[in-house]
């Protein structure tokens, strides 16, 4: 009877610190070779922000090598988890169309936009100040390589808009229009 107690308790505890490890925080490893989605790899050194898309590609989008916001608590490393974590969440909201220059609190940041033109609805990240937003939005995702400088396919004004949702497998055809997501974490 009291065997049978002790085993009833010490399963119910193994549960208890399995859902605590579980709850604990989001994981930016890749745990399944089909699982789609943004995360913070650091295996090669400087951390950067990946994507594996539905096809099981993974490619590199933002590498995060500067310094200047770590006074402030967000290094490299802070940076890309916090902007992967951003990214994966407008993925899955479906609000990650275009990726665009703006201002947000009289700041110049990278941000998301529902159409072209459109305004910046979702920060991805902050710029350092006096940073060139244009030159910093050609020079962004790292599967541009090769595109450095050239405008986007998309760009219908001075500032450009790149449509990411071919890049994300999204099905653009017979599209909703979906109202901004306001996400309530911190700047950079």
């Known amino acids: 009877m009291k ?28 745990t399944s070779p089909r699982e789609t989605g943004f995360w913070c790899s650091t295996s090669t050194g400087a951390p950067v922000t990946m994507y594996q898309n539905p096809q099981g590609a993974v490619e590199p989008w933002i590498e995060w090598t500067s310094d200047y916001f770590s006074a402030s608590g967000y290094n490299p490393a802070t940076r890309c988890q916090l902007v992967s974590q951003r990214l994966e969440t407008y993925r899955r909201n479906r609000v990650l169309k275009y990726i665009t220059a703006g201002q947000m609190n009289r700041q110049n940041v990278i941000c998301t936009a529902n159409q072209v033109n459109g305004l910046c609805q979702n920060l991805i990240y902050t710029l350092r100040p006096g940073q060139d937003a244009i030159g910093s939005l050609y020079n962004l995702l790292a599967w541009r390589q090769g595109q450095v400088g050239m405008p986007s396919a998309e760009e219908s004004s001075k500032i450009p808009y790149i449509d990411v949702r071919e890049k994300l497998g999204e099905n653009t055809e017979n599209e909703v229009q979906l109202p901004p997501f306001y996400p309530s974490s911190g700047f950079p």
């Open 3 to 30: 065997q049978q107690l002790l085993t009833k308790v010490l399963a119910a505890s193994a549960i208890a610190l399995s859902g605590l490890t579980v709850a604990s925080g989001p994981s930016y490893s890749r």
